[in-house]
């Protein structure tokens, strides 16, 4: 049986589609690839299996429609998987029909967390054959298939694993609702060649040293309460692989690929004495001299000497979500932290020798331009004082299946109901200072790389050629950045 793990081409004006895998979607002016771990899981989980599996990335590889047409046709697929976001789910209807009608006999599967939100609305809007619910869609679609082919074509459901809808007698039925009670540590480690990691190697502002992958020692984050993070709804629990297994993945990715950087894709990673462990092991195997580490951390997590650990163990970026300046906007999305305990944190990371990264967002319902302005000027001094690295600013979009978006039903709050709207190119959501001055707050945080006291911090902080580079792939991602929020 031959599977499809694909990404078919999106073509737009906007850009290229930050798709794969990503906790929110955005078009880039400057192509960003995210390698899709969960997918690179479902691949290699198939291949052990012994299914003939295809790696079919059609945005990564730049594919033309035709292109993508073509190579459906040809190969006669007998199972293809699209994983799917919320402002892109109607053009992936269409091209469900279409490939129905290309071959009709071809089993065609969707994931993501939008079709986890609303599953019967893609199975009444276009003709899929079935929808993964949750994150472990790997252990899913893995079921699926082995059912398909057991079956010759019709499998007998009742033995399919809990979160699966398909159709019977012309209806809409499911499995039950989806559980997480997989193992991780069972999982294959991933077949890198299978699922064409160079790809996804070098066109990612992340990374500071090429070539660079990722990692998942979790899913997702161990806090999953925000109420905007459309991951809760595919992880409502967290699940970890052991230090151990992440640590033999890295080896392999050192020794085998020669990768100089690796950025963890967990929402959070974790902490406690699986990191310890997970530190030490890195030290002890002398992986900390070989490669570049970077992930998720939550703020008020870690101590000082954690972030010492983690720094004499190689890691050197650490994504933070800070999100507002506004306590009561943190309390309101059930962040759990507070500011100044948070700034705190950035600093610590900072002094043990790390670079913090900041995430902050921008088009809160409640916030008035006073509370948009405090978060602007929070944004600027922390990059300028150089408690922070890097800094990333967004548009907040109540993704479907979230409490934001219910709360936004309930009290009105939608300016539209178009899902292509919710690209990040503009508010969605009411709120008391209009569109244009939130997308306006959004470039100013950005304009800030045009400080002198930021540039000169960050041109005193060149300490090789590689920085050199990286300082130059950051500039056009904040070119790129700035053209994302144009007027």
């Not at 052991?242 to 950025?263: A, F, N, Q, R, S």
């Not at 990059?383 to 690295?389: E, N, P, R, S």
């Not at 969605?428 to 045009?450: N, R």
Request: hydrophobic content about 40%.
């Amino acid at each position: 049986m031959k599977v499809s793990i694909a990404y078919p081409p999106l073509e737009s004006e906007k850009g290229v589609a930050l798709l794969g895998q990503n906790r929110q979607f955005q078009w880039f002016n400057s192509p960003t690839y995210i390698y899709p771990m969960v997918p690179a899981y479902a691949a290699t989980l198939l291949q052990s299996k012994g299914f003939e599996v295809l790696w079919n990335d059609a945005i990564a590889e730049e594919w033309t429609t035709r292109q993508f047409d073509e190579f459906f046709v040809q190969e006669k697929i007998d199972v293809m998987m699209l994983e799917t976001k919320t402002p892109v789910v109607r053009s992936h209807w269409e091209l469900i029909r279409k490939y129905k009608r290309l071959n009709p006999d071809t089993v065609l599967v969707m994931v993501g967390d939008h079709v986890t939100a609303f599953p019967e609305e893609t199975m009444e809007n276009c003709p899929v054959d079935y929808v993964l619910t949750g994150g472990n869609y790997d252990f899913l679609l893995a079921s699926l298939c082995e059912a398909l082919r057991d079956s010759g074509g019709k499998p007998d459901t009742a033995k399919l694993q809990p979160g699966i809808y398909y159709r019977k007698d012309g209806e809409i039925h499911s499995t039950g609702p989806f559980v997480l009670n997989q193992d991780l540590n069972q999982l294959p480690m991933i077949d890198r060649d299978l699922t064409k990691w160079k790809l996804y190697s070098e066109k990612n502002g992340n990374y500071s040293k090429l070539p660079g992958t990722y990692t998942m020692a979790a899913r997702d984050c161990w806090h999953h309460k925000c109420t905007f993070c459309s991951w809760t709804t595919l992880y409502p629990q967290y699940l970890m692989r052991t230090p151990e297994k992440l640590l033999d993945e890295i080896g392999v990715l050192i020794e085998k690929y020669g990768v100089k950087e690796i950025m963890d894709d967990s929402g959070a990673f974790p902490i406690g004495e699986w990191l310890r462990t997970f530190c030490r092991g890195m030290i002890d195997r002398g992986y900390n001299r070989k490669v570049i580490l970077d992930c998720n951390m939550r703020f008020c997590a870690l101590t000082l000497e954690d972030y010492k650990l983690m720094k004499e163990a190689g890691f050197r970026f650490v994504l933070f979500g800070l999100e507002s300046a506004n306590q009561s906007t943190l309390d309101r999305i059930v962040k759990g932290e507070k500011i100044e305990e948070m700034l705190e944190s950035c600093r610590m990371a900072k002094k043990a020798g790390l670079s913090p990264h900041i995430t902050i967002m921008f088009g809160y319902p409640w916030e008035d331009e006073k509370e948009v302005a405090n978060t602007v000027c929070l944004g600027r001094t922390i990059l300028k004082k150089g408690w922070a690295h890097t800094l990333q600013a967004t548009v907040l979009i109540p993704y479907p299946g979230t409490p934001l978006y219910q709360e936004c039903k309930e009290n009105g709050w939608l300016l539209t109901e178009n899902y292509e709207d919710f690209d990040q190119r503009m508010p969605v959501m009411k709120t008391p200072m209009g569109s244009e001055k939130i997308k306006e707050a959004v470039q100013s945080v950005y304009k800030v790389a045009f400080n002198p006291e930021f540039l000169f911090r960050r041109i005193i902080g060149i300490r090789s050629w590689a920085d050199v580079k990286f300082f130059g792939r950051a500039a056009r991602q904040v070119m790129g950045h700035l053209l994302d929020f144009k007027k």
